[in-house]
């Protein structure tokens, strides 16, 4: 562990490597704070941008860019409570409320100071994590690894938030989007390509994600319409040391629960910060103050979401199934760089692996000394009109999709994903279930494909492996336990209106 | 008749169902197993086609039933409405208007005139190229859909362009399509 820390340390701490990181992680704050922008969009669209950097450079960037957004993403929750990041979304409660009571630059600090542990108590933990689950995993044969994506599918879609019907609808079609090209079981049998030999290989990825979250962010931005200019009420960055001693408990609760839900593959930041906040607003002593500027509603969510940003690295490592939308894109990049995440990934690769996961403990220092006191200075980048903001990404989402293939069919497709996107926003449709699901795609038919021709055809040998079994056991308690839950409770609450 | 999220809704359910029910048809015709019994090119399709069906369905019917939607985590639903009531600040006077002063007819509007403006630049890009297609509609969608004053919009598309010119075309030396003309 302490020669891989070492290596890790020597990989990330070249000069090349630091100014990239930081590079990232400002680039990720200024993102998390825009409007229509989210960390998915962002490393989505400079994904390109990296192509002439080595490998291990160009994802310390991207990755600093998803967890610089988590704090860029506050910044807007606090002053104008509108969340630049999904996993910000609950911080406005409190946030606002504080920022109304002239209260912003404490809330703000907070929200880095707290943000920074989590990072520093969840690295930990994923360091510890990671290579031991890796370990385990190189022992999985397709079967679990079957099992395994079945799981992550399942919780995905258990915990969008929304409907189930609706989850598993855009999980399933991200899965069959993946079916189309060449089917892995023959290597030969072409499938929904209409002769078009730019669909053999598969529809592209990262243009399907330039395409759904940045064109279709834009084009539901401009109809949802401009939202009110508003001036950052920063009178004051100094925060008391008993804000800090009072969000203490906080920060280490949101911490462990955001690395909880962050380890699931598929859960995300954004429940974690919910989950974080609804079980401080009931355990926390300044409980009776949650909804009115309590600090503690914003130290604990913000702690979870950025707990959960660097767990979601445990499962897009140790197994190659993302945490969530981001961690998808990225696990994107990985593969056009030449490289398998995977338990694999840590034997063949350790010089990358253990780089970047130093470099996020680089990149949270880097973030917490640019948060804290440029914090008033990002604000000021709220005042920037859509107007100019928009075609600017237009530009750099159709020429970043070009630039992945050289090829005008990625910029068309980026544009016929872009209009999809729409529609799911629209529509209120979970787009992660279908991120996922056309991640995990060609990942499952093939694990599919090789557990039939373990088991001669039947599928039944599924059932023939313990840890297979318990994972699915897994997946089918994530379904019905919270329902079972609901229903228990909704009938508790009948029989006390009974009474 | 008006376009109302319903509707909306049950037309992309059916569609999805519809593409499920095609799929299914398609990957059929792949052959669902191999010879020797495994699994085929089509299974998958099949199968996927034939849930995407029954969800899309379900979930068409669902929105014509107008059956509220109960969320999976209670937590996100109460929660939600504090994340709303927190935003009550921000809520225009007449939902309609936005804060530049835009109805949700102009604004349903503009977004067709950007759509339709990106779709003119892509087929432009065979004889302008890419990037100057780009830097055009850009500049077109500054000025003419978001009013923005000439100069600052020729600037900074100027500054956009040249910049994507240096950082793709000669650093990271992609070869971006010129056109017939054969500028940049």
């Known amino acids: 562990m302490l020669d891989n820390l070492l290596l890790g340390f020597q990989t ?125 995993a190189l022992e999985f044969q397709p079967v679990e690894m079957f099992a395994v994506m079945i799981l992550g599918l399942v919780i995905v879609v258990t915990f969008q938030g929304g409907a189930f019907i609706r989850g598993a609808l855009m999980a399933v079609a991200g899965l069959l989007v993946a079916t189309v ?248 449709l979970p787009m992660a279930p279908f991120v996922l699901g056309l991640v995990l795609g060609p990942l499952f038919e093939k694990a599919l494909v090789q557990t039939s021709a373990i088991g001669q055809g039947d599928l039944g040998v599924v059932f023939t492996s313990p840890i297979a079994v318990g994972v699915l056991l897994f997946a089918v308690a994530m379904v019905v336990v919270p329902k079972l839950i609901g229903l228990l409770r909704r009938r508790r609450v009948k029989e006390t209106a009974g009474v | 008749m008006t376009l109302t999220p319903r509707i909306a809704r049950v037309a992309f359910s059916a569609a999805l169902a519809l593409l499920g029910i095609a799929a299914a048809i398609g990957g059929w015709g792949y052959g669902v197993t191999q010879d020797n019994g495994q699994v085929g090119a089509g299974f998958l399709p099949v199968a996927l086609g034939v849930i995407m069906a029954l969800l899309a369905g379900a979930d068409a019917v669902m929105a014509l039933l107008q059956r509220e939607e109960r969320r999976a985590v209670d937590e996100l639903g109460t929660l939600g409405s504090e994340v709303d009531a927190a935003a009550i600040d921000h809520v225009e006077e007449s939902p309609d208007i936005d804060a530049l002063g835009r109805s949700q007819r102009q604004r349903n509007r503009m977004l067709a005139i950007v759509g339709g403006m990106l779709l003119v630049a892509l087929l432009l890009v065979p004889l302008l190229g890419l990037l100057l297609s780009l830097g055009l509609l850009m500049l077109a969608v500054a000025i003419a859909v978001e009013r923005r004053p000439v100069v600052s919009s020729v600037i900074i598309t100027v500054i956009a362009v040249g910049a994507f010119h240096i950082i793709f075309g000669l650093l990271l030396r992609v070869p971006l399509p010129t056109g017939l003309i054969g500028f940049i």
Do not use: H
Not at chain 1, 265 to 291: C, D, H, K, Q, W
Not at chain 1, 293 to 319: C, D, K, Q, R
């Open chain 1, 181 to 428: 090209g060449i089917f892995p079981g023959t290597g030969s049998t072409e499938r929904f390509t209409f002769g078009n030999v730019n669909l053999l290989s598969g529809i592209p990825f990262v243009e399907v994600m330039i395409g759904i979250f940045a064109l279709g962010e834009v084009f539901y931005q401009i109809r949802v319409g401009a939202a009110e200019p508003i001036k950052a009420r920063f009178k004051d960055m100094v925060i008391k040391r008993k804000d800090i001693t009072d969000s203490m408990p906080a920060i280490l609760r949101g911490s462990g629960i955001g690395f909880a839900f962050g380890v699931l593959p598929g859960a995300g930041s954004t429940l974690a910060s919910f989950m974080s906040y609804g079980i401080e607003r009931r355990v926390s002593r300044n409980r009776a103050n949650f909804g009115k500027g309590a600090i503690e509603g914003v130290a604990s969510p913000e702690s979870a979401n950025n707990a959960a940003a660097n767990a979601n690295f445990v499962p897009t490592l140790s197994l190659g199934i993302p945490g969530g939308a981001t961690t998808a894109v990225l696990l994107g990049a990985f593969t056009i760089f030449g490289l398998q995440p995977g338990p694999l990934l840590f034997e063949s690769q350790p010089e990358l692996v253990w780089g970047l996961l130093v470099s996020f403990f680089i990149g949270n220092v880097l973030l917490l000394v640019l948060n804290l006191p440029l914090a008033p200075v990002f604000a000021q980048m709220l005042g920037i009109p859509y107007g100019y903001l928009y075609p600017i990404i237009l530009l750099t989402s159709l020429v970043g999709a070009y630039a992945v293939s050289n090829n005008m069919f990625s910029v068309w497709l980026v544009l016929i994903f872009g209009v999809l996107g729409y529609i799911m926003k629209e529509l209120d």
């Open chain 1, 12 to 136: 990330a701490l070249t000069l090349e490597n630091v100014v990239w990181c930081f590079v990232g992680v400002l680039l990720g704050t200024v993102i998390g704070l825009l409007p229509g922008l989210g960390s998915t969009t962002g490393v989505a669209i400079l994904l390109p941008i990296t192509f002439a950097l080595e490998p291990v450079t160009a994802l310390i960037m991207l990755a600093g860019i998803y967890y610089g957004a988590q704090y860029g993403g506050t910044i807007t929750s606090v002053l104008i409570s509108t969340p630049g990041e999904a996993a910000s979304v609950v911080t406005t409660i409190d946030g606002y409320q504080m920022a109304k009571k002239g209260r912003a630059g404490a809330a703000l600090a907070i929200s880095a100071i707290g943000s920074f542990i989590a990072a520093i108590i969840s690295l930990a933990l994923l360091i510890a994590i990671a290579p031991p689950l890796a370990t385990i």
